[in-house]
């Protein structure tokens, strides 16, 4: 029996110069000492020795059992120091490697534009005013003097939902809105999207965004219209900025006017930019047409009112020198990092 306890701690001995993982080391422990180990199995055969052997096999498997307990336990230290260092050495982070460039979002051009134009509204009193981009017809012609059959029905290539329904092509709507439901003094200005049936080339596209203004309010003249879009022009081109009017002809305005700022690029002697005219035109505007003003029921005797609406697109490309409008529905990051 002596010489079986010896080649269990021989044999045990071994293995464990040669484990390398603490599964291996727990598997050993198991076979050895274990409930059902072989060091434990011989002592279960003690029994059957003689009185006088029995004490000394008795302790010199103890001796065994704490000796390989204490190797166990002392190898189990290594392994676990070595895998500390191991893991160490694994996650080691190089705080001096370059880091990685995360790309930054950018305003679109158009919202750069647009802010500012809002901006500059607000810093004069107006506040901001939205409607809805599917719109009844009766808002965005009917209730603005252009009823069925009129002439500038046409000239605006509406996109129809139904008889009654359209995809607003201008956002002169948004005034008509807010005047039934507000009183005067009326001062907003509506910037949204609006629609046309329009074919796709560097000028035209069938969506494109407009920002309408309206001021209503007692005694409003053109006078107040001219100097409201002539600070306009000078905070939005510069203090050189000059507006000019030309007389055109709005249903929804009367008198109504074109409206042209002296050219920012070469300051009106004629360039590039503005073929050669000295002048650009920036927008349409108008006092509101009396009858416009009685569909809301606002009594034209008592109020007066001016309105402007201007494309967006155009104003934006002209400033940032950009020839084709397309560039700014096609989402293309080489375009629109450059603002
Ligand atoms: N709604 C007109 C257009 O789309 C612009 C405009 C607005 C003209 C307000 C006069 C007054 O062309």
Not at 87 to 112: A, C, F, N
Not at 205 to 222: I, Y
Request: aromatic share 8%; with cysteine; proline share 5%.
């Amino acid at each position: 029996m002596k010489e079986q306890l010896n080649a269990i701690k021989l044999n045990a001995e071994q293995e464990l110069n040669h484990i390398s993982s603490i599964q291996a080391l727990e598997n050993v422990r198991v076979k050895y000492l274990g409930k059902k180990g072989e060091l434990t199995s011989v002592l279960r055969g003690m029994g059957s020795l003689s009185p006088e052997e029995r004490p000394v096999i008795g302790q010199l498997a103890n001796q065994i059992r704490s000796y390989l307990e204490e190797k166990i336990e002392n190898a189990k230290e290594v392994l676990l120091k070595k895998e500390k260092q191991e893991k160490l050495q694994r996650e080691v982070i190089d705080v001096t490697m370059p880091g990685k460039r995360r790309y930054l979002g950018k305003k679109h051009p158009l919202s750069i534009v647009l802010d500012e134009i809002k901006e500059i509204f607000i810093g004069m009193g107006f506040e901001i005013a939205e409607g809805p981009e599917v719109e009844l017809d009766y808002y965005n012609f009917e209730a603005l003097n252009i009823p069925k059959n009129h002439p500038a029905r046409d000239a605006q290539d509406t996109f129809y939902v139904n008889e009654n329904i359209v995809l607003r092509t201008q956002t002169s709507p948004v005034q008509i809105r807010v005047m039934e439901k507000q009183k005067p003094p009326i001062r907003v200005i509506s910037p949204g999207r609006v629609y046309r049936s329009d074919a796709v080339d560097a000028t035209h596209s069938p969506v494109f965004h407009q920002v309408e203004g309206l001021v209503v309010d007692k005694n409003v003249t053109m006078g107040d219209l001219k100097g409201t879009l002539e600070a306009f022009a000078k905070r939005l081109y510069g203090e050189e900025a000059k507006v000019r009017f030309r007389p055109h002809h709005f249903p929804f305005t009367e008198p109504s006017a074109e409206v042209d700022v002296s050219c920012f690029v070469c300051g009106g002697s004629g360039c590039r930019v503005c073929k050669g005219e000295g002048w650009i035109e920036i927008l349409g505007a108008g006092m509101v047409h009396p009858k416009v003003l009685k569909n809301c029921s606002i009594d034209p005797e008592e109020y007066s009112g001016f309105a402007f609406g201007m494309g967006l697109e155009r104003i934006v490309m002209r400033r940032f020198n950009i020839d084709d409008l397309r560039l700014f529905f096609e989402n293309d990051m080489r375009f629109l990092g450059q603002f």
